[in-house]
């Protein structure tokens, strides 16, 4: 399936994802929680700026799916989540990248 295939909502889905993955503050705090869930604390404490910046960014990954809260308690914990990546999957032109790489692996 190709990008052209993809229905609006899955390209909606992917425009947020992108859209919040653009900025390298939230590039970075993704990257975190990537590597393993983070408390908010833990983000916070982790950058030099207002905890209400980190807040700002932290609820547009939440808002585009990249990320999920976990509340316990009166802390809360941010895991990784792939909500828009199987949409992302779906419109690469799977067929066309394979055939490019084949032709140039070996120049």
Not at 30 to 47: D, G, L, T, V
């Amino acid at each position: 399936m190709a990008l052209r295939d993809c229905t609006e909502e899955e390209l909606d889905n992917l425009l947020k994802f992108f859209k919040a993955m653009a900025n390298p503050l939230r590039l970075e705090i993704a990257r975190m929680i990537c590597m393993e869930p983070r408390y908010s604390y833990e983000i916070e404490e982790h950058f030099e700026c207002e905890r209400s910046n980190i807040t700002k960014h932290i609820n547009i990954l939440k808002n585009a799916g990249v990320i999920k809260p976990y509340k316990e308690g009166r802390k809360t914990l941010f895991v990784m989540q792939a909500k828009y990546i199987k949409s992302l999957l779906k419109c690469i032109d799977q067929e066309r990248y394979l055939q490019f790489l084949k032709e140039n692996e070996n120049k």
